[in-house]
């Protein structure tokens, strides 16, 4: 009985979880949406919403803590495999986020929740630094970081918005010419 309760919970949030993006998508904003209206989406009562949460943000939370664990296991998969070099790596990347499209059109544009895109956006420059061996002076790695950082951010959430009018490889020379020939043509005295 135990694991039956343990898929009809999982069931349940996966389909609460779907129906707050649906929301999402027309609302924008989390602060917009009602329990009455993810659980109409859901097909669920308000009843098994408040048995899992207390309010939409705890769904919104709840969802963008997954994808994080989720791109992060995913980053460290395959920079595990050390001979793929940084363009697969980042294509890699890209195929991923393409595949998941719906979390994260919803999380990085619908919702534009600037919290997760920060937060997402610094974990994902952290894995790939460490994963690509990439080091700087201490001194100036916080703004090279930012440049990095936001400069990819905004390709990303372009690419997405563009319904992925680019392939994988095209955004991913793109991403790598930018920020490669920024650091290759740093020149600090």
């Not at 996966?14 to 904003?29: F, I, Q, T």
């Not at 602060?31 to 009562?45: D, F, P, T």
């Not at 100036?140 to 918005?161: D, F, M, P, V």
Request: aromatic residues 8%.
């Amino acid at each position: 009985m135990n694991t039956k309760n343990n898929q009809r919970t999982r069931l349940s949030k996966m389909l609460l979880k779907n129906a707050l993006m649906d929301v999402l998508k027309e609302k924008g904003s989390v602060n917009k949406v009602s329990v009455r209206e993810i659980c109409e989406r859901a097909e669920l009562n308000r009843s098994t919403f408040y048995t899992h949460y207390s309010q939409p943000k705890d769904l919104l939370i709840e969802l963008e803590d997954e994808i994080l664990q989720s791109t992060k296991e995913h980053l460290e998969k395959i920079g595990a495999e050390n001979d793929l070099g940084a363009h697969k790596y980042i294509s890699s990347f890209l195929k991923y986020i393409k595949d998941n499209d719906k979390q994260f059109r919803t999380l990085l544009i619908d919702s534009a929740d600037p919290d997760f895109r920060s937060r997402f956006m610094q974990q994902t420059i952290v894995q790939f630094v460490e994963n690509l061996d990439i080091s700087f002076s201490p001194e100036i790695e916080q703004y090279i970081y930012s440049y990095i950082l936001n400069g990819s951010t905004g390709i990303l959430i372009q690419w997405i918005r563009s319904d992925y009018e680019c392939d994988e490889n095209t955004i991913c020379n793109l991403l790598f010419s930018i920020n490669n020939s920024a650091l290759v043509n740093l020149n600090l005295k």
